[in-house]
């Protein structure tokens, strides 16, 4: 499985961005899904969860009521939508899916067997 980001680039503070996560290969391995950041100088941290139907969501406190995540599994990809940007929001954003049917929706991110190479946001004050 093959998880490609897109979607980054400067974003003027309070502005708005949509990441895309298109995932290829063996499909069917792909269950639950999920965007982690790394803003520079910190850890990686989880943002947001997706199960496979998308019926379920999860969110870091950071984010909950301005980012949302969703997927079109038709298509095979999964987004996130990002509103209200603020600096802080700045970092390289990943995708990553999980192997196993059962959805983890927490913060760990070893449960996620595959990732994206990542895309950088930037939000600018």
């Known amino acids: 499985v093959q998880l490609q980001a897109s979607g980054g680039g400067l974003v003027q503070a309070g502005g708005s961005a949509r990441l895309s996560c298109v995932a290829s290969?063996?499909?069917?391995?792909?269950?639950?899904m999920g965007w982690f950041r790394q803003a520079p100088g910190k850890e990686r941290e989880f943002v947001a969860a997706i199960n496979r139907s998308g019926g379920n969501t999860k969110y870091a406190d950071s984010v909950k009521g301005r980012f949302a995540v969703s997927r079109d599994n038709a298509k095979n990809t999964m987004y996130l939508q990002m509103n209200s940007l603020k600096p802080e929001d700045t970092a390289i954003y990943y995708c990553a899916a999980q192997a196993y049917s059962s959805w983890y929706a927490g913060v760990d991110e070893n449960p996620y067997t595959y990732w994206g190479q990542g895309t950088l946001v930037t939000v600018s004050s």
């Open positions: 290969g063996r499909i069917s391995s792909v269950y639950g």
